[in-house]
């Protein structure tokens, strides 16, 4: 009997491991050909038969997007606007996750209902609103502006997600700090937070990535290359005859090199905290 067992986990143990192989070349695989074609010059892209590696290794699809298409700009830009954006987000999320986890104020399960109900809708519902909205106020066509709007949809993300964290905080914690003769604000930040940061970096580390490679809001809220970021420059590259497969290869290496730093600096907390929530909430 324990031998049947322990042959079907082997078996079972089998499988999962292949389906995760699978899976992760299915991952890894576009971004290892991306990798490859930027290195590659023009005969080895457009050829009617394939050609897997290079034949000959060129940094020159590199040295024209740098050089030529005002690329570094796009990229500065798109760090401005997600910088903007998690700021914006921390500062008002935390406190309202806080008042959501600690308390229980008239309208409150309605206005949480609200923001998951601000997530059910697409996005480019608020195109227009946006719009007008960033017009009016002069944030039209400016880093700010674009913030603003990401943190239209990526605030609730933000609160739902941290609330989780705040409650599972110990509340008898904070009412020692209380005692103790600690403010209410003073509490959330000695003894909350504290206790709640690896949920805090893995909801920021969330908020950033989706502000770093949101697309339609950055298109139709900028009009010029002064706030403009780096996926609506890949897309004005497509020319109308020709496409420069070996420059916006190029650019989408240069434009994952922030999130896999960002992954490799704060992984270890990052999984520790959708831990912590996984477990606790």
């Known amino acids: 009997m324990a031998q049947t067992r322990t042959g079907s986990n082997l078996i079972w143990n089998i499988l999962s491991y292949a389906v995760l192989i699978v ?19 023009d005969d080895d892209i457009v050829t009617r038969t394939m050609v897997y590696f290079p034949t000959r290794f060129t940094l020159e699809n590199y040295i024209k997007l740098w050089n030529q298409s005002g690329y570094p700009v796009l990229v500065i830009n798109s760090l401005v606007t997600t910088t903007l954006t998690v700021a914006i987000c921390l500062f008002t999320g935390t406190i309202a996750s806080y008042a959501f986890s600690r308390f229980n104020f008239p309208g409150r399960t309605p206005l949480m209902l609200g923001y998951l109900v601000v997530r059910m809708f697409p996005a480019v519902l608020m195109i227009i609103p946006l719009f007008i909205v960033m ?3 002069g944030l039209f066509d400016t880093s700010l502006g ?6 239209s949809f990526l605030l609730p993300l933000f609160v739902w997600m941290l609330k989780g964290f705040f409650d599972a905080a110990p509340k008898e914690l904070e009412s020692a700090a209380r005692i103790d003769g600690s403010t209410r ?3 959330m930040f000695r003894i ?8 805090l970096v893995a909801t920021c580390v969330f908020v950033a990535i989706a502000a770093w490679n949101e697309y339609l809001f950055a298109l139709m809220l900028t009009s010029s290359t ?3 970021t780096w996926p609506v420059g890949l ?3 497509v020319g109308e005859f020709q496409l420069p497969w070996g420059m916006l290869a190029a650019g989408g290496i240069i434009s994952i090199l922030p999130v896999i730093v960002l992954f490799a600096l704060v992984q270890r907390v990052m ?3 959708i831990t912590a929530g996984a477990v606790k909430g």
Do not use: D, E, H
């Open 185 to 187: 604000i003073g509490a």
């Open 135 to 137: 017009r009016n106020l």
């Open 146 to 151: 674009l913030a603003v709007a990401y943190t």
């Open 235 to 237: 897309q004005l590259m």
């Open 192 to 199: 909350v937070i504290p206790i709640a940061r690896n949920g």
């Open 226 to 228: 002064g706030s403009r």
């Open 23 to 41: 899976l992760a070349l299915l991952s890894i695989g576009p971004l290892l050909w991306m990798l490859l074609t930027s290195f590659k010059v």
């Open 271 to 273: 999984v520790a905290g």
